[in-house]
């Protein structure tokens, strides 16, 4: 089954104590994406991956970070994580643009940062 | 820089009525626009897409047309059901990237 999956689902966690979140996809695709959903914001972009080793930055990229060493992967990656990074986390994955960009979520990962 | 501008909700509809969610973009060239949905508890699916000017995209029975000329991408759907009761979001990839800008978001509720 064509899919986009991120662990953990849920995650309670203290301040500055660093975590990552892991996101896979087994549709082969070039784009990977991270993004927060927070009430009255809609999703906002964290950071995005063109292909293996080349990133970039979207909207919100303070106080994460990501890496995309395989095609599959691009976890995100709180160093020092903070109350104010408490939010539902997206991951998407899509085709080339020659296919819109149709982008694939993730379930969703639900953070909380004391 | 790029924007998407949605109306906000929640939006309460009677079964069978007519729906329309507004929203207008700001971009520079023709960027690709998008309406995802979001069911509860749910990740985002793609509702439906266009990609230039003037292309309609449609899904489900839902419509959106891609309105240079006004910056807009209109959601539509006839006649609404109890199961649409979800989120809609517009979203605009800009061109030359895969920087996504998405609205805040429009709740539909669907009454029996």
């Known amino acids: 089954e064509a899919q986009v999956t991120q662990n953990p689902r849920y995650l309670i966690t203290v301040t500055g104590k660093k975590l990552t979140v892991t996101c896979s996809q087994n549709?082969?695709?070039?784009?990977m994406s991270w993004y927060r959903q927070d009430p009255g914001l809609g999703l906002r972009q964290i950071y995005y991956s063109m292909n293996v080793e080349v990133t970039d930055k979207g909207d919100v990229p303070e106080g994460y970070k990501v890496s995309r060493k395989e095609k599959r992967n691009f976890p995100l990656i709180l160093e020092s994580p903070s109350p104010n990074q408490t939010s539902l986390y997206f991951c998407?994955?899509?085709?080339?643009?020659?296919?819109?960009?149709?982008?694939?979520f993730g379930p969703g990962t639900r953070l909380t940062v004391t | 820089g790029n924007s998407v501008t949605q109306m906000e909700g929640p939006v309460t509809l009677s079964e069978e009525a007519f729906l329309t969610i507004n929203c207008t973009y700001t971009?520079?060239?023709?960027?690709?626009l998008f309406w995802y949905v979001q069911y509860p508890g749910e990740g985002l699916q793609l509702l439906l897409k266009a990609t230039k000017a003037d292309d309609k995209g449609s899904n489900k029975g839902f419509e959106a047309t891609y309105r240079k000329e006004t910056t807009s991408f209109h959601l539509e759907k006839g006649s609404v059901q109890v199961s649409d009761s979800a989120v809609y979001f517009c979203a605009l990839m800009g061109t030359g990237g895969f920087k996504t800008i998405f609205g805040a978001g429009t709740r539909l509720f669907v009454k029996a």
């Open positions: 998407a994955s899509s085709l080339s643009r020659e296919r819109g960009y149709e982008q694939y």
């Open positions: 549709m082969n695709h070039e784009y």
């Open positions: 971009a520079t060239g023709y960027p690709s």
